[in-house]
T-cell receptor
Framework: AQSVTQLDSQVPVFEEAPVELRCNYS??????LFWYVQYPNQGLQLLLK??????LVKGINGFEAEFNKSQTSFHLRKPSVHISDTAEYFC???????????????FGKGTKLSVIP | KAGVTQTPRYLIKTRGQQVTLSCSPI?????VSWYQQTPGQGLQFLFE???????NKGNFPGRFSGRQFSNSRSEMNVSTLELGDSALYLC??????????????FGEGSWLTVV
């Protein structure tokens, strides 16, 4: 079984400042890692994902994340945020393989990012 | 191409009633999964279907059920509704359920309120 911990439930940040949203995971098997964003009254949109290879992953809207296997972390960063980045961000994992666990995403509780003008 | 489509978007039901939610996946996607989102529990996996077969089920009571049709469209049903079933129900589709890292795409959800 896997679990995902998002260490901050809310993160306020001023516009044009950098931001880091933290995510740690626990799993007995290898996993894929994802960050999704949810704008108010909408579904989830994929920001980026880590499957293999380079540990630095670039996504949409200027976001990037770094996979750290030893620390089992996958923190999301953006060097300069905009008002439009105000949303809730979810970190998720899925098992690598063909077992039943590979057909679901396990999500963290989410981090609400508020960008202050 | 069209995204994941969920209907209805909003609905209000009374305790004890049942509800059916519908999901049309992205064309070509054979996997459909369902998630429940609540403020207290967050996003929780309900079940996943691939080619009309349920491959995985989350930890929900038997009142929650689903099915998938030959055209990959899916429905989920909740019987004997309880107040705690009030939630946003999200449908997601992918080529193969995400087992090879393929992106899982989400619909905008169906907001269910039980009164």
């Amino acid at each position: 079984a896997q679990s995902v911990t998002q260490l901050d439930s809310q993160v306020p940040v001023f516009e044009e400042a950098p931001v880091e949203l933290r995510c740690n995971y626990s799993s007995s098997v290898s996993v894929y890692l994802f960050w999704y964003v949810q704008y108010p009254n909408q579904g989830l949109q994929l920001l980026l994902k880590y499957l293999s290879g380079s540990t630095l992953v670039k996504g949409i809207n200027g976001f990037e994340a770094e996979f750290n296997k030893s620390q089992t972390s996958f923190h999301l960063r953006k060097p300069s945020v905009h008002i439009s980045d105000t949303a809730e961000y979810f970190c998720a994992v899925s098992e690598i393989g063909s077992g039943a666990g590979s057909y679901q995403l396990t999500f963290g509780k989410g981090t609400k990012l508020s960008v202050i003008p | 191409k069209a995204g994941v489509t969920q209907t209805p978007r909003y609905l209000i039901k009374t305790r004890g009633q049942q509800v059916t939610l519908s999901c049309s996946p992205i064309s070509g996607h054979r996997s459909v999964s369902w998630y429940q989102q609540t403020p207290g529990q967050g996003l929780q996996f309900l079940f996943e279907y691939f080619s009309e077969t349920q491959r995985n089920k989350g930890n929900f009571p038997g009142r929650f059920s689903g099915r998938q049709f030959s055209n990959s469209r899916s429905e989920m049903n909740v019987s004997t509704l309880e107040l705690g079933d009030s939630a946003l129900y999200l449908c997601a589709s992918s080529l193969d359920g995400g087992s090879s890292g393929n992106t899982i795409y989400f619909g905008e959800g169906s907001w269910l309120t039980v009164v």
